[in-house]
């Protein structure tokens, strides 16, 4: 397995862009599976889950392919393919894999999908994915590791989220497009990814109304065509680049950004003491000193659904609070299981006490240069982070994690002045 190595402490500072968003790119292939004619996407980023991604269309008939000139992926229905059935093999890796279980049963009215895979950052279940297509008129059924869902059509229906789930939200939308007759789901998920798939779909000629909020209506329609889309940025990347400005005590722009989603960390970020600028240019993040805990005052976060605190820069905001004066508390209420990181940053001097879903971080602290492991993918950047703030050499063992979701992250790290280096296993630090 690969490693960075990591010489530090360093200051980001400079201008990066952000990448296209992973978790909106990932529904927005899965979308292709509804048409047969061309789906033309920008901005999609070249990480290890999109390329998974990319293997199941094949295997279920859909032909990928990239033009580099203009940094786009076209889909098109190439051939029969295994239509109906995702294998065990092409989704162990990837929960986002599930995404295929709406719009297979939505246009064929037959699916097969292996349960998920992933990250190990807590049990993540589907139960809310089945229910919403069992409320569409399917009958569901889980045998050996698959789901088998089957319709002869599905028929719109009102159904209420037990809770907020992005993928969930997402697979309800894309079953219930060719769904006959009207649709209301309740209590969804409000995440940007959300908004960004709706938009998608309805350029294919969908009728959805209300993503963004807690009731989406979607008038089923008899088929779609193909659209061009642009994948929105990548909140969760951009956010980790901001942090990591304040915590080494750098100054970073982030470009092609969105402020507004970024909102939560920004309002935070502001709170603690970082230095915020919003422009035409970007966002500008600078901490307000470079010494140790120059500035920064610790603060509580807790985890949120949208448009709360996002869970997935929790790891990153853990490793900024050991460079803050005073004691915070962190509170992750979406998913059990995800302080995994917490062990590891106290091997670099963290003081991190860990009790059930709190972490209380006492700063600051110097961070020392470690030999550390990562757990899942946002644990991931908070150990770089973390290597890059640290005096001396710091080994992230297990990257694979972290290409699941950042795009050539060591390049970015190196064009804002870090001093990072991808190893392969073999080779000693």
């Keep these: 397995m690969e490693r960075f190595h990591i010489a530090g402490p ?3 500072i400079g201008r990066v862009s952000a990448s296209g968003a992973k978790n909106a790119a990932l529904p927005a292939l899965a979308a292709s599976l509804l048409t047969d004619e061309p789906l033309t996407l920008y901005r999609v980023p070249r990480v290890r889950d999109l390329r998974t991604m990319r293997r199941l269309l094949d295997h279920l008939g859909v ?3 990239e033009a580099a000139e203009t940094a786009s992926l076209v889909l098109r229905r190439a051939r029969p393919g295994s239509l109906n059935d995702a294998p065990y093999e092409l989704v162990k890796t990837m929960r986002a894999g599930v995404l295929v279980l709406g719009p297979l049963l939505g246009r064929y009215g037959f699916a097969r999908v292996s349960l998920p895979g992933g990250c190990a950052i807590g049990v993540r279940p589907i139960d ?8 569409l008129g399917a009958d569901v059924r889980l045998e050996h590791g698959y789901v088998e869902a089957r319709a002869s059509r599905l028929t719109g229906a009102r159904f209420r989220f037990d809770l907020p789930t992005v993928t969930g939200t997402e697979n309800l939308l894309l079953a219930a497009c060719l769904a006959q007759g009207t649709t209301v789901l309740d209590n969804c998920a409000r995440e940007p990814e959300v908004v960004d798939l709706a938009r998608l779909l309805n350029a294919m000629g969908a009728r959805i109304a209300g993503a963004g909020g807690d009731s989406i209506v979607v008038e089923g329609v008899g088929e779609l065509g193909g659209a061009t889309h642009t994948v929105i940025p990548d909140r969760i990347e951009g956010g980790t680049y901001l942090i990591g400005a304040a915590l080494t005590g750098g100054d970073v722009l982030l470009e092609q950004a969105s402020a507004a ?6 309002d935070k970020l502001a709170e603690i003491g970082v230095e915020i600028e919003v422009s035409p240019a970007g966002i500008r993040a600078r901490a307000p000193g470079g010494d140790l805990g120059g500035g920064l005052a610790a603060r509580d976060v807790d985890t949120a659904p949208h448009p709360g605190f996002p869970t997935d820069l929790q790891a990153q905001y853990m490793a900024l609070m050991t460079r803050a004066e005073g004691t915070s508390t962190i509170r992750e209420t979406v998913f059990e299981n995800r302080f995994q990181h917490a062990p590891e940053l106290a091997r670099m001097g963290a003081d991190v006490l860990v009790d059930g879903g709190s972490a209380r971080v006492t700063g600051p602290t110097p961070l020392a240069g ?20 640290a005096h001396g050499e710091t080994v992230v063992d297990r990257i694979y994690h972290l290409d699941r979701g950042y795009e050539g992250m060591e ?3 190196q064009g804002l002045g870090a001093r990072v280096e991808r190893l392969p296993a073999s080779q000693d630090a």
């Design 128 to 135: 809310q994915h089945l229910k919403g297509l069992a409320a």
């Design 411 to 413: 390049l970015k790290l």
């Design 10 to 12: 360093t200051p980001l």
């Design 370 to 389: 470690a030999a550390v492991m990562a757990t899942d993918l946002r644990a991931s950047a908070c150990l770089v982070l973390a290597g890059i703030a």
């Design 261 to 266: 989603d970024l909102a939560p960390l920004l």
């Design 63 to 65: 032909g990928c392919d």
